[in-house]
């Protein structure tokens, strides 16, 4: 079973809102940065929902989640997976310092999203910031019981390049040991550090090791591993293996747009990989589906 625990949701209100930030007149800017990118309009919502379920069925991914990456699109992907509530899991973006974030994020969770995901390298903050205790105070005490999402490492959107946008992001803030203390002061909010810490490695292990919360999720190209000679996927992957095990690793493609769709490249790539490095069969049924599963309940 595979599921997939990282899809950039790109929804008709995300591409408004890159719109909006590259200053476009309202009307149709949606539809204006869709073709400046060459991509594929959504057309509405329920369309790209059903349209990542054909997806998920066409190369047999069971279940994904999909995340509102641009703040203020999270009930997007409340809609799709009230859709596909037994397929979809709901992820959203959002700026711990954005003056409504904790009531937009409570929101978000009463509409059943399932994980709050952080880029303080994006948005400039520490994740020592008292705003940030206070969306995993939130996320301690909701009943969805969501886990928190904290990109570190090297972030690159690829969106953002292809439309010439500016990308003015702080690696500074994104180290995994900042995470530490809050999965040591929460230990009941599961928290997924995303492409083994892309290049964080190191600090992304050490977290995850001394917090049985901390997941690791596998998803990108992982290119943050030329920045370390000599390193393979495969030693990535048994590295972490015999650091932490299987229990705390989640597959993800980063899939992101169409007409490209599900990245099955990046799939096959992590199935070598895991082969490569000799992981045993019952560690990888965890890692590429069975982990997720045990996390997000249907």
Known sequence: MICDAHIHFFSPGFFDGLGAQMGLPPEGRAEAVVARADWQHPESVEALADRWISELDKHTVARAALIASLPGDE??????VARHPSRLVGFFMLNPGAADALARAE?????GMRGICLFPAMQRYSLHDDRVSGVFELAARH???????????????GVRKKLGMASAFEIRFGNPLDVQALAIRYPNVPVIIPHFGAGFFREALMAAASCPNVLLDTSSSNNWIHYIPGLTLAQVFRTTFNALGSDQLLFGTDSSFFPRGWNKAVCEAQQ???????????????????????????
């Open 75 to 80: 009930m997007s992907v409340a809609q799709a």
């Open 143 to 157: 009943a969805v019981r969501p886990a928190v999402f904290v990109h570190c490492g090297v972030l690159s959107v």
């Open 272 to 298: 070598k990989a895991l082969g490569d490095a000799r992981i045993p069969t019952d560690a990888r049924a965890k890692i590429l589906g069975g982990n997720f599963q045990r996390f997000f309940p249907v």
């Open 107 to 111: 929101r978000a969770l009463d509409a």
